[in-house]
Structures are given as structure tokens and as C-alpha cells.
């Protein structure tokens, strides 16, 4: 029988190279790890303030049309927002039980970038969620995941819901995407007008219940 002696027949530099490549490889990764454990520490989320408001109402005064379109609104409807910082500020002053909106600001490093936000309040029993980032270069960067992980604690929470839905334009694949990873459930896509400056168009119905919101949260 023959036995082959592998030390023999392969260089031992190989082996050190070898090793080195390991060595490099694990390295890469445990820094890896490491940055992004720091870059998730650069993501919170606050609930909203009376200083923030300026930038929730500048995002919807200079929104593009195709921005527009992509969540189903049109523009001509955009009447309704004239009075949208008197609004936030008035939903900041009430307490949860009577909250009709109830707005979380994402921060990256601090600084805000976006908005998540819940309407259609039903005290202790649902609430509509909502996403916008502001800026198009900070779109379908994951910033959107990271704000709405982070804010529906807080909607569970302070508003004691049974269950957050939402429902986005059924070609807006960004947040459709998102919802699926947060543990979010399918229930249908039908025709609706999801708001008063919606159009009449095709979603997607999610829902988050309370226990699952507990697996995936707590």
C-alpha cells in the first residue's frame, strides 16, 4: 500500500501562506462584525419635537412628482398639507389616548434623515404606519428598515395596539421588502384610496400583531 507524505510533496511556504490567507480572512471579517455593530449604533430614533417639524414640512413642499407617484399621491392634492405643521404641533400637545398621529423621527449619527409616522389611531386596538426619507440619495440604503424597526416599539408601546398595519403602493417594492423582513404578514393586495390625496390604486396589506411584534422585538 501506498502512502503519500504531503509534507513532502507540498512547499512548506505554502503552508505559511496558506495560513497568512486565514489569518487575513478572519481578521476581515471580525472587523467587519465590528463596523457593523458600530454602525448600527448610529442609527435611533426619537419621537418627534417642535424643532422638528421644519424638516417634515420642507420634505413635502420640494417632494418630486416621480417621488409622488411611486406612493400613489397625487399631486394636486398636496392642499391638504397647508396646514401640516400646525397639525404635528397639535399632535405633539395630546396625550396618546387622543393622538390621531403619532410621528417618529430617524437619526443617523444624530442628525434626522426621515420620518415614520402612524395615523388611523385606534387606541389599544391598530394604527396605520407610514415611512419617508427625505432625501432621494438616502433611499434604498436600508435607512428606511432601520428607522421603522426601531419606531414600532414605540408605537406598540405607547399606544398599547393589538396590531400596526400597513399598506404600501403594491409597485413600491422598497417597502414592501422591508415589511417581510420586520415579520410583518400578508393579507391581500386589492384596489383602495388609502388617503384623501391618494389616488385610487393597487396595495399591498401588511400587518404586524402584538405577539408576534413580541418575537421578533422582545
Request: a positive charge; aromatic letters at 14%.
Amino acid at each position: 500500500m501506498l502512502i503519500l507524505d504531503l509534507s513532502k510533496l507540498i512547499p512548506t511556504n505554502w503552508y505559511i501562506m496558506i495560513g497568512t490567507k486565514l489569518k487575513r480572512t478572519l481578521r476581515f471579517y471580525i472587523n467587519l462584525r465590528s463596523d457593523l455593530r458600530n454602525m448600527e449604533n448610529l442609527f435611533a430614533v426619537k419621537e418627534i419635537e417642535k424643532k422638528d417639524i421644519q424638516h417634515i414640512v420642507q420634505y413635502w413642499s420640494t417632494i418630486s412628482t416621480s417621488h409622488l407617484e411611486s406612493m400613489g399621491i397625487k399631486r394636486e392634492e398636496l392642499y391638504i398639507y397647508a396646514n401640516l405643521g400646525e397639525y404635528i404641533e397639535k399632535q405633539i400637545s395630546l396625550p396618546y389616548e387622543q393622538k390621531s398621529a403619532l410621528f417618529m423621527i430617524g437619526l443617523i449619527d444624530g442628525k434626522p434623515y426621515g420620518h415614520c409616522y402612524v395615523n388611523s389611531i385606534k387606541f389599544r386596538e391598530e394604527a396605520h404606519m407610514h415611512l419617508h426619507i427625505w432625501n432621494s440619495d438616502r433611499r434604498q440604503k436600508g435607512l428606511g428598515s432601520q428607522m421603522v424597526k426601531r419606531s414600532i416599539p414605540y408605537f406598540f408601546k405607547n399606544l398599547e395596539i393589538k396590531n400596526l398595519i400597513s399598506e404600501p403602493y403594491y409597485l413600491n417594492s422598497a417597502p414592501n421588502k422591508t415589511l417581510v423582513k420586520l415579520g410583518f404578514q400578508f393579507e391581500k393586495c386589492y384596489v383602495s384610496k388609502p388617503s384623501g390625496w391618494n389616488f385610487e390604486l393597487k396595495v399591498h396589506r401588511w400587518k404586524l400583531t402584538k405577539p408576534v411584534f413580541k418575537e421578533k422585538f422582545m
